[in-house]
């Protein structure tokens, strides 16, 4: 009967040690990281969804995952997040991205001479890399999440091994991200394998010019601010 009172002992002890331990906080706070950006994830499901050829859509993965990298890179690194959450920085940043964004969206009314079709459909690509990217990088201003407030006050769990902390973080982060990834896939097949919304082009082409709209707008109305 000691005996195992005393084995119970260890075990809940060893569990208590492993749950308090550097990596597990580590990718506890990680796998959080993964849900501290929500607008950005409904905007890559957007270009997931209504963009048409592979080429823009591993483009918009592409650009959604460096801008949540820097987003991740932010939370550790105060420099970083002290510089994208002062109002110059957003006004540089969108000023100059509404222009190339108006530019994408009305290149067809414009008169390029020699410019071939090739350089308008990479143009198109770039552009949707930089909606994913850097619509991220408005996250303290559209719709900001109180998960990532939250994770910035963090002053690295008040352990020894930083380093350890922050690596178990970034897998964290990075599992995270992989269980999202299969989400998107399984929506992705959903939206495919429903013949109402396939058959509506309508609806898509309209929610598409919407979605665009309203980006374009919240993007006007955070520089005039």
Known sequence: MILKFFILGNLVSLCM???????VVGLYYGFLTTFSIGPSYLFLLRARVMEEGTEKKVS???GFIAGQLMMFISIYYAPLHLALGRPHTITVLALPYLLFHFFCNNHKHFDYGSTTRDSMRNLSIQCVFLNNL????????????????????????RCNNKMLFVTSSF????????FFMK????????????????SNK????????????????????????
Not at 17 to 23: A, L, P, T
Not at 138 to 157: C, D, T
Not at 186 to 196: A, D, E, G, T
């Open 17 to 23: 040690k492993i749950i308090n331990s550097v990596v």
């Open 60 to 62: 918009a993965t592409t």
């Open 134 to 157: 850097i619509f991220q990088l408005f996250n303290h201003f559209i719709l900001p999440s109180s998960i990532l407030a939250r994770l910035v006050n963090i002053s690295m769990f």
């Open 171 to 178: 897998v964290g982060w990075l599992i995270g991200h992989i």
């Open 183 to 198: 989400w998107v896939r399984l929506v992705l097949v959903w939206i495919q394998q429903n013949n109402s919304i396939r």
């Open 202 to 225: 309508y609806l898509v082409s309209e929610l598409r010019n919407s979605m665009a709209r309203i980006f374009s707008i919240l993007l006007y109305i955070t520089c005039v601010y």
